[in-house]
């Protein structure tokens, strides 16, 4: 059974910097795209970035690129976004999402969900 574990939020000021973590766990992460999308109060949800075998890391949304960065680690069964130099426009519940798949395409059709993690941007 696949489950996944967002960890890493919190609240920060703009200019700074936070890390997410989501575990994977129950399946092997390799043969999973995972991607970070985040939900404003009020506002549509988003995608943000990817990351998957064949795809490699992915930013969807254009806002973020140069300021974060996906990764994964397989042996620790983790997917990370480092985000650096947040706006107050980042604050949002940001959640992991799984798919089998070794592709980064289709934002729409993540199967696995996690429980979502806060991220708050403010002075």
């Known amino acids: 059974q696949l489950q996944l574990v967002e960890s890493g939020g919190g609240s920060v000021q703009p200019g700074g910097s936070l890390t997410l973590s989501c575990v994977v766990s129950g399946v092997t992460l390799a043969a999973y795209a995972i991607g970070w999308f985040r939900r404003a109060p009020g506002k549509e949800r988003e995608a943000v970035s990817c990351?998957?075998?064949?795809?490699?890391?992915?930013h969807w949304k254009d806002s973020v690129k140069g300021r974060f960065t996906i990764s994964s680690d397989n042996a620790k069964d983790t997917v990370y976004l480092q985000m650096n130099d947040l706006k107050p426009e980042d604050t949002a519940v940001y959640y992991c999402a799984a798919v089998l798949s070794e592709w980064c395409s289709g934002h729409y059709y993540f199967t696995y969900w996690g429980q979502g993690i806060q991220v708050t941007v403010s002075s």
């Open positions: 990351i998957s075998t064949r795809s490699g890391g992915v």
